[in-house]
Nanobody, 127 residues
Framework: QVQLVESGGGLVQAGGSLRLSCAASRRTFSSNTMGWFRQAPGKEREFVAGINWSGGNRYYADSVRGRFTISRDNAKKILYLEMNSLKPEDTAVYYC????????????????????WGQGTQVTVSS
């Protein structure tokens, strides 16, 4: 098991920026695919962004591509999500997730492909 702790959420005006962080405790963090998901009220959890173990393979949902950037610092065991040009429709609880793959390069965009989750951090974008 791995403990994932998100931080950095908050209230921001439309057009603003936030950076989310996710600190991981797993020893194998540097070899696992990591991802960000979000869940808005009354909606299902949806994929936002994913990154492979090295950081060389990053992929995004169409709704955030060009505005959000996922990155990782394996030495510090931290996952990041830089969010720019935020829109009211980005309002949701954001979760980081860890897969149990080892040095994989497959795009993992389904929540069931991840086996560890953080508690979530609220992002609210006002219009």
């Amino acid at each position: 098991q791995v403990q994932l702790v998100e931080s950095g959420g908050g209230l921001v005006q439309a057009g603003g920026s936030l950076r989310l962080s996710c600190a991981a405790s797993r020893r194998t963090f540097s070899s696992n695919t990591m991802g960000w998901f979000r869940q808005a009220p009354g909606k299902e959890r949806e994929f936002v962004a994913g990154i492979n173990w090295s950081g060389g393979n990053r992929y995004y949902a169409d709704s955030v591509r060009g505005r959000f950037t996922i990155s990782r610092d394996n030495a510090k065991k931290i996952l990041y999500l830089e969010m720019n040009s935020l829109k009211p429709e980005d309002t949701a609880v954001y979760y980081c997730a860890a897969a149990s793959d080892t040095y994989g390069n497959t795009w993992l965009q389904i929540s069931s492909e991840y086996d560890n989750w953080g508690q979530g951090t609220q992002v609210t974008v006002s219009s």
